[in-house]
């Protein structure tokens, strides 16, 4: 079965510049993650969602970021503008709704903000 | 809240010897606990993951984890390395009714020399 599929592979932008991450999940699999892994540290989870509902974005920082997966399966994360500090990798996830701890990632997407 | 500490950021084994990654973890709540690797330029993959049946867990390519309630404890072995384990190893919680949002660890980086 395909995998979780991402793009870009790799982005650099300059800071207060926009920048948008595309995610295809899994085929079936209702819930979608991103996360946000700076370079050191363990993933965060940004925002998590149900199909096409959110279920978490306590993490989010919304005055910059934002997402959508309008038609319950592709995703998309923007930010804009972009600081320094949002140099990371962005990883997508995906899972069944009842196997929240099982989930399947992306290879990721990594930003560098100059 | 909720947390896991992985008590080693690196660890370096000889080739054909054990492996012992640690992780302790804070919790009200018998907590469900995973295990992850990240290889190089790769998605994050599910190795175990314990959910309150056997203490001992079996994971993929030979990996297992003890769940120790009395050490607040979910440590990660494997009988003896083998050079494809080098990689990024995450200790990972599901806080007690919050869904699908993984606590990760710091994060164990463990190399394997031949």
């Known amino acids: 079965e395909a995998g979780v599929a991402q793009s870009p592979r790799y982005k650099i932008i300059e800071k207060r510049q926009s920048v948008a991450f595309w995610c295809n999940p899994i085929?079936?699999?209702?819930?979608l993650y991103w996360y946000q892994q700076i370079l050191g540290q363990g993933p965060k989870l940004l925002i998590q969602?149900?199909?096409?509902?959110?279920?978490?974005d306590s993490q989010l920082p919304k005055d910059r970021f934002s997402a959508e997966r309008l038609k319950g399966v592709d995703s998309t994360l923007k930010i804009q503008p972009a600081k320094l500090e949002d140099s990371a990798v962005y990883l997508c996830?995906?899972?069944?709704?009842?196997?929240?701890?099982?989930?399947?990632f992306g290879p990721g997407t990594r930003l560098t903000v100059t | 809240a909720q947390s896991v500490t992985q008590l080693d950021s690196h660890v370096s084994v000889s080739e054909g010897t054990p492996v012992l990654l640690r992780c302790n973890y804070s919790?009200?709540?018998?907590?469900?606990l995973f295990w992850y690797v990240q290889h190089p330029n790769k998605g994050l993959q599910l190795l175990l993951k314990?959910?309150?049946?056997?203490?001992l867990v079996k994971g993929i390519n030979g990996f297992e984890a003890e769940f120790k309630k009395s050490e607040t404890s979910f440590h990660l072995t494997k009988p003896s390395a083998h050079m494809s384990d080098a990689a990024e190893y995450f200790c990972v919680v599901i806080p007690y009714n919050q869904g699908g949002k993984l606590i990760f660890g710091q994060g164990t980086e463990l190399s394997v020399k031949p």
């Open positions: 314990y959910t309150s049946a056997a203490t």
């Open positions: 996830a995906s899972s069944f709704p009842d196997r929240v701890g099982e989930q399947y």
């Open positions: 919790s009200s709540y018998s907590p469900s």
């Open positions: 085929s079936g699999h209702a819930t």
């Open positions: 969602f149900q199909n096409n509902g959110v279920v978490d």
